[in-house]
Nanobody, 122 residues
């Protein structure tokens, strides 16, 4: 069983920065696409950013230009650099990854982390 472990969350003032990390418990496993989701209280979980095995990225409109997703494929580690943070970025951030041979849209096949809290004060 593969586990994803997020780190780097915390409390920051508006305009500040945080860098989230997500590491797979087994660095020998083959992972294709990886992504970050977030869920704010009372809201549905939403995709923040995704990166494929070839480095292609997509971002939610709300974070475009402020957040940067990256990965170290050799270490099966995912990052999210978050700049110019806003109070509306406050949420629990989750890491998700698809195993090789599985489509990103086969959600039931994905690995998930337990989440890390990001709180942005105004």
């Amino acid at each position: 069983q593969v586990q994803l472990v997020e780190s780097g969350g915390g409390l920051v003032q508006a305009g500040g920065s945080l860098r989230l990390s997500c590491a797979a418990s087994r660095d020998t496993i083959c992972i294709s696409a990886m992504g970050w989701y977030r869920q704010a209280p009372g809201k549905e979980r939403e995709l923040v950013a995704r990166i494929t095995s070839t480095g292609s990225t997509i971002y939610a409109d709300s974070v475009q230009g402020r957040f940067t997703i990256s990965r170290d494929s050799a270490k099966n580690t995912l990052y999210l650099q978050m700049n110019s943070l806003k109070p509306e970025d406050t949420a629990v951030y989750y890491c998700s990854a698809s195993p090789c041979g599985s489509s990103w849209y086969q959600i039931y096949n994905r690995y998930w982390g337990q989440g890390t809290q990001v709180t942005v004060s105004s």
